[in-house]
């Protein structure tokens, strides 16, 4: 076996230098997987950490989408938390009570007279935001790249699993956790199962192909590996109607893929799991683990999601344990770089594509 091929080096992983740098070059300068946009209800806003750089996410009145930085233009207050999905159609400043729309608009200004400053030269300072079929993206570049040119480089993935119908679903559930590990170190153990066996006893059984250590089935050619139990993406039978559109051998398989920088999809007939990754350190990441499946499913009598959460919690969690184990391991003085094997071809992708992003 070669093992030439190298991992990232000990710094690459915990230094705040090399985090400086990512922020920079590849997540303040592409585009950044923010939310699904069926989150924001009109009237609505939430706030996502673009590594660092608080953004503010608002849908108006008329349904349109918009994207700002998260600061008052009075005396630059952070102007609304973290989180706070709700609105009332409108974002007050909490410490002189600027009011501003929710397409940016600055609409008031209390205790000044209409002429101390002009309202019309203040709206929010707006990020550039993009949406396609229901994922949004931001971009906190003065310049973003063209956002389709940006897809077909970075979501090849995503285009591939275009068919099922992204766009028509809906969030059911949402979890979060935090991880003490590297973003990079959660990517790539994503990349690879060559410790599905040993980490993830329920999800081999689930996913026989994975106990070769592949990602995926050579003997096909879609990308796509077979449930063992039919279309159900949990450690129970859950009988769901498939995805609209879903035919096939798609209706029992389970694909997975990668949204450069900072997230991961898992799609089966009957459900979408959209993985996504706040940065907030060399060694700290946020993530969010979001549910879909078809409105129609959603609103059927008795419809519960926790089986297909649950198990998929768990192997989150399993995932997270050794990705926290890799962080503590990769800071060692010993470490300088580690290996790669020919069945980590995908972890080796990610390293090429995250080098060329970063520059080098
Ligand atoms: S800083 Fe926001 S109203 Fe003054
Ligand atoms: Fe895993």
Same mark, same amino acid.
């Given at each position: 076996m070669r093992n030439d091929t190298h991992t990232l080096t000990s710094h690459d992983y915990v230094s705040d230098e090399i985090y400086a740098l990512e922020r920079e070059r590849i997540f303040h300068r592409g585009w950044f997987l923010a939310c699904r946009a069926d989150r924001l209800g009109r009237g &609505?806003?939430?706030?996502?950490?673009?590594?660092?750089?608080?953004?503010?996410? $608002?849908?108006?009145?008329?349904?349109?989408?918009?994207?700002?930085? &998260?600061?008052?233009?009075?005396?630059?207050?952070?102007?609304c938390d973290a989180r706070s999905d709700s609105g009332q159609g409108s974002l007050m400043c909490p410490y002189h009570a600027w009011t501003y729309a929710l397409d940016g608009r600055?609409?008031?200004?209390?205790?000044?007279?209409?002429?101390?400053?002009?309202?019309? $030269?203040?709206?929010?300072? @707006?990020?550039?935001?993009?949406?396609?079929?229901?994922?949004? %993206?931001?971009?906190? *570049?003065?310049? @973003? @790249? @063209? %956002?389709?040119?940006?897809?077909?480089?970075?979501?090849?993935?995503?285009?591939r699993l275009e068919r099922f119908g992204f766009g028509g679903l809906q969030v059911a559930a949402t979890t979060e956790c935090e991880i003490a590990t590297n973003w990079k170190i959660v990517v790539e153990n994503y990349q690879e199962c060559l410790h599905c066996t040993r980490v993830h006893p329920e999800l081999v059984d689930l996913v026989p192909a994975y106990r070769s250590g592949w990602v995926y089935d050579h003997d096909r050619s879609d990308g796509g590996v077979s449930l063992s139990r039919g279309n159900s993406f949990a450690s129970v039978p859950v009988h769901l109607p498939l995805l609209p559109g879903v035919e096939g051998i798609d209706a029992s398989s389970y694909f997975g893929g990668t949204i450069f920088p900072n997230a991961f999809i898992d799609v089966t007939g009957t459900s979408v799991i959209l993985s996504t990754l706040f940065p907030k350190g060399p060694g700290h990441t946020t !993530? $969010? !683990?979001?549910?879909?499946? *078809? +409105?129609? $499913?959603?609103? *059927? +009598?008795? %419809?519960?999601p926790t089986p297909i959460v649950e198990f998929n919690e768990l192997v989150s969690a399993q995932d997270n344990m050794v990705c926290e184990r890799v962080q503590l391991g990769v800071g060692s003085k010993a470490f300088d770089h580690g290996v790669l094997s020919p069945k980590d071809d995908l972890v080796v992708a990610f390293v090429r594509h995250y080098l060329a992003a970063r520059g080098e």
């Open positions: &609505n806003r939430t706030v996502v950490d673009v590594v660092g750089e608080s953004v503010l996410i $608002t849908r108006d009145l008329d349904g349109a989408l918009h994207a700002f930085a &998260n600061v008052c233009r009075h005396r630059g207050a952070r102007l600055l609409i008031a200004t209390p205790h000044l007279d209409d002429d101390d400053i002009d309202k019309s $030269t203040l709206p929010l300072w @707006p990020y550039s935001l993009a949406e396609w079929e229901g994922f949004v %993206f931001v971009s906190v *570049a003065k310049e @973003p @790249p @063209p %956002f389709d040119a940006w897809m077909r480089e970075h979501c090849a993935d995503l285009l !993530m $969010t !683990m979001e549910f879909l499946f *078809a +409105p129609a $499913t959603i609103a *059927a +009598p008795g %419809f519960d």
